[in-house]
């Protein structure tokens, strides 16, 4: 059975030949023009995926469903903008049973797959929320944002907070943004392993975001000496 990742089409190609060594096939997802620059073609911002349904965002719809033959590859509803909040739509960050955004613009596809899964849903005011949260495994989490990890401690997530300023890169037509990248953006969940967009050092101060990873029997996948970059993380199909 074919494996597939969608990814950010700028990626570095050291990277992506991870993916194809790994037996994937890449999906790599274009400029949408209606948002920013940097996070135009982040996979957090053009889709989602809520347990096995894959929500996409119109202009990557057809392209990805072209190229995978899959039921649970739907349309999403929500047209996206370039001003906050409406290009955090589909932005939507799901953890075993749980998913958590700020509920009041969330795609209306996506909130009916909610239902559907009937998940419990953790309402936060920071509406990018899959971009502000690292998903290690169902329970444990990593963030850099003091309010989400009050919010899901209290829910009974284990929570690495990273209390000091991350050195995450953006990308533009120029190279790297002034702009700070997102803790979710840099590292993703890949099968049973983590992957980092660059060399975890980098923005791992005092060790703690591998020990967290290692502690729980996943292997850390990384690209040593080069900068961590934001990409939108990826998602597999």
């Not at 290009?87 to 958590?100: E, H, K, L, R, T």
């Not at 997530?157 to 990248?181: E, H, T």
């Amino acid at each position: 059975m074919e494996k597939y990742v969608i990814i950010d089409s700028r990626m570095r190609d050291i990277e992506k030949g991870k993916f194809l060594e790994l037996g994937y096939e890449l999906i790599e997802l274009h400029s949408n023009s209606l948002v920013y620059e940097e996070i135009s073609s982040h996979v957090d911002i053009l889709c989602a995926k809520i347990k096995d349904k894959i929500i996409l965002d119109k202009s990557i719809y057809y392209d990805v469903k072209s190229r995978i033959d899959n039921n649970n590859i739907v349309l999403g509803q929500a047209i996206l903008y370039c001003k906050y909040p409406l290009d955090i739509p589909y932005n939507v960050c799901s953890v075993g049973n749980f998913v958590i955004h700020n509920f009041k613009y969330t795609d209306k596809v996506i909130s009916s797959v909610i239902e559907e899964y009937n998940l419990e849903k953790i309402d936060i005011s920071q509406g990018y929320s899959n971009c502000s949260i690292a998903v290690i495994d169902d329970k444990s989490v990593i963030v850099s944002d003091r309010k989400i990890a009050d919010t899901l401690l209290a829910k009974g997530f284990d929570v690495l907070y990273l209390d000091y300023k991350l050195d995450i890169k953006l990308l533009n037509a120029k190279g790297y943004s002034d702009m700070n990248g997102f803790i979710g953006g840099a590292i993703a969940r890949l099968g049973k392993d983590i992957i980092v967009f660059g060399d975890l050092n980098k923005i791992d101060r005092y060790g703690k975001i591998r020990e967290f990873i290692l502690s729980r029997g996943i292997n850390i996948i990384e690209f040593k000496n080069l900068d961590v970059i934001d990409y939108g993380g990826i998602l597999e199909v």
